[in-house]
């Protein structure tokens, strides 16, 4: 009867620990942008936001190009993707404040007809590349490097492809 108890106590207590919610990455600064100063998003992260390019560069592109505008997708696993002009990519990410970086990215191989659509997009992936720093102010996103402006995003992924 006593070693009954002892399962059924053990039992209960894994019982207990696997339904306990996970702990909120919000605590991990390698996961978060933090919730206070200079470069931190509003919400404190940028995992489970999706993103339509406006500006990149200095060049506006709005209205967006025929096949759409480019997108950025960060999702909760520090993994981030997108549509770049004509194909989609997929690289991680690491935040930490307001320092941000990209993994190598990689993406689909198909090759757009329009010239357009392919400079965009190798524009648009080599920029990312360079981005060290980004700033949230309400629903635009501007990602930077060094002291200079790379790309700038409002919130919200308009192509069905990012």
Avoid: H, K
Avoid at 27 to 39: V, Y
Avoid at 130 to 147: A, I
């Amino acid at each position: 009867m006593r070693i009954y108890s002892i399962f059924l106590t053990i039992g209960a207590a894994l019982l207990t620990v696997a339904c306990a919610p996970a702990p909120s990455p919000a605590g991990d600064p390698g996961r978060t942008g933090g919730s206070a100063g200079t470069g931190s998003a509003e919400a404190g992260s940028l995992a489970g936001t999706a993103w339509t390019l406006v500006d990149l560069g200095g060049r506006s592109l709005e209205p967006p190009p025929a096949r759409g505008a480019p997108t950025l997708r960060f999702d909760a696993t520090d993994r981030l993707g997108g549509f770049a002009g004509c194909n989609t990519f997929f690289a991680s990410y690491q935040l930490q404040g307001a320092q941000l970086r990209f993994g190598e990215i990689g993406s689909t191989r198909m090759a757009c007809t329009d010239d357009d659509s392919m400079t965009l997009e190798q524009q648009y992936l080599a920029a990312l590349g360079t981005v060290t720093r980004w700033e949230r102010s309400g629903s635009t996103l501007t990602l930077s490097s060094d002291q200079r402006t790379v790309a700038r995003f409002r919130l919200g992924a308009a192509d069905p492809r990012s």
